[in-house]
């Protein structure tokens, strides 16, 4: 459980706040993904959750954050760091090792895991993330979505129940952005782990992720499931966040009265959604 109260942080030498009175709850299990233009504060954000901020980067930081009940300054990284596992934004600054097996091992070794619980944190590791072939490679022979599946079991071996990553599949294609997602979801569903990700890629994260939270100048100005956010579209517009034109599709419609279920992402839905409305009739009485 992740528990955020009027958090305002400002980077040492920065010209303002990088976050401001930010109030956030996180449920263990949940899967939110965290959207808004550049400079919003996102990275900020989960720098606040995995203890960067104000461990790492100090300033000035009022307010509290709270995770598993620890308090984040009370804690130090170290600590923090058993609790949440990260995936920063720049993957090949993350990686230590130069085989794909050893930067799983590294992690194991290091965060002090008895020596004989490490063969099967290993394998459980590459086993979740499909990589058992790719264990003896080399990192620099890999693709962009093999070194993320990489450094995402390395974080899951070490069995944080938070893993915060910070645009994972910005290098990505979409194929390999959506094995990511798939990844993420089986160790959500299957093992509870907590995702917190910032992406741009807002189709793929409006059909995987349960809650969306959008920042806009170190504000979190909307938070909730990702149909109650995908709702608010004026407000994402000035945030500066497109949405998926299926979206703002059904809140025309929505608003015309013509369509009451709830705010459609994907093309699939909006199949539902007009297949509904057709069957209904209402289309025939309402102009859009
Ligand atoms: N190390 C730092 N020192 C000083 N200011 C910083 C530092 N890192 C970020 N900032 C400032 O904090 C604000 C929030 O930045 P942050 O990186 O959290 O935004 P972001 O939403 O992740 O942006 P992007 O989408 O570009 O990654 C920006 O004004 C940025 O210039
Ligand atoms: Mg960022």
Do not use: W
């Amino acid at each position: 459980m992740i528990s955020i109260r009027s958090l305002t942080f400002r980077y040492r030498g920065g010209g303002r706040d990088a976050l401001s009175s930010v109030n956030l709850e996180v449920p263990d299990g949940d899967f939110i993904g965290i959207i808004g233009p550049s400079g919003a504060g996102k990275t900020t954000l989960t720098y606040a959750i995995n203890g960067v901020v104000p461990h790492h980067f100090p300033g000035d930081f009022y307010g509290e954050v709270r995770i598993n009940g620890l308090d984040s300054i009370d804690a130090g990284s170290e600590e923090l760091a058993r609790h949440v596992g990260s995936v920063f934004q720049d993957i090949d600054g993350q990686m230590v090792a130069s085989v794909a097996e050893d930067e799983i091992l590294f992690g194991l070794e290091n965060f002090g895991v008895p020596r004989k619980d490490i063969p099967g944190r290993l394998e459980e590791a590459l086993s979740a993330a499909g990589i058992e072939n790719l264990r003896d490679r080399s990192l620099s022979s890999l693709s962009g979505g093999q070194k993320q599946k990489v450094a995402i079991a390395a974080i899951t071996a070490l069995r944080p129940s938070i893993i915060v990553l910070d645009e994972p599949t910005g290098e990505l294609d979409p194929a390999s952005s959506r094995r990511v997602f798939e990844f993420l979801r089986k160790l959500n569903t299957e093992q509870g782990i907590t995702i917190i990700i910032v992406e741009q890629k807002i189709m793929l994260l409006c059909e995987f992720a349960k809650r969306l939270a959008v920042m806009d100048r170190g504000t979190l100005v909307l938070e909730g499931s990702v149909a109650e956010v995908l709702q608010e579209g004026e407000r994402l517009e000035e945030a500066g966040v497109n949405i998926p034109r299926v979206s703002t599709l059904a809140r025309r419609l929505r608003a015309g009265g013509i369509y009451s279920g709830p705010v459609v992402s994907n093309l699939g839905e909006g199949e539902t959604m007009i297949r509904s409305i057709l069957k209904s009739g209402s289309a025939k009485h309402a102009a859009f």
